[in-house]
Nanobody, 119 residues
C-alpha cells in the first residue's frame, strides 16, 4: 500500500545543482530504509545514497562530497541534494522505500525522475 513518487529531475549544466524529492504515501513503519538508485544508459543500476531512519546514511563513492540525502519526517519525504553535477550523473533516479514490517527485501519503488547533466 505504500507508494513512492519522485520529482525534481531536469536538465542542468555541469557544475550545477538539483534537489530530488521522494514522497512516501501510506503507512510508514520504523525502522525503515529509503534508497536513491540511478540507472544511466548502457550502465547497470546502482545505489547512490541510502538513509536509515535510525540516523545513518551511505553514499556511493562516486557521489560522496557532492550528494546529500536527508529526511523531513513530518512530510514523509526524502531529499537528494545533488551539487557539482557531472555529465556522468545523467540517469533516471529512483527512490525506494522498505521496512521490517513488510520485509526489507520488499522495495516500494517510484517511477523515476530523469536527471540530465550537460557538458
Amino acid at each position: 500500500q505504500v507508494q513512492v513518487v519522485e520529482s525534481g529531475g531536469g536538465l542542468v549544466q555541469a557544475g550545477g545543482s538539483l534537489r530530488l524529492t521522494c514522497v512516501v504515501s501510506g503507512t510508514m513503519f520504523s525502522p525503515n530504509v529509503v534508497d536513491w538508485d540511478r540507472q544511466a544508459p548502457g550502465k547497470e543500476r546502482e545505489l547512490v545514497a541510502r538513509t536509515i531512519s535510525t540516523g545513518t546514511t551511505n553514499y556511493a563513492d562516486s557521489v560522496k562530497g557532492r550528494f546529500t540525502i536527508s529526511r523531513d519526517n513530518t512530510k514523509n519525504t526524502v531529499y537528494l541534494q545533488m551539487n557539482s553535477l557531472k555529465p556522468e550523473d545523467t540517469a533516471v533516479y529512483y527512490c525506494g522505500y522498505r521496512d521490517a514490517h513488510k520485509g526489507y527485501n520488499h522495495v516500494n519503488w517510484g517511477q523515476g525522475t530523469q536527471v540530465t547533466v550537460s557538458s
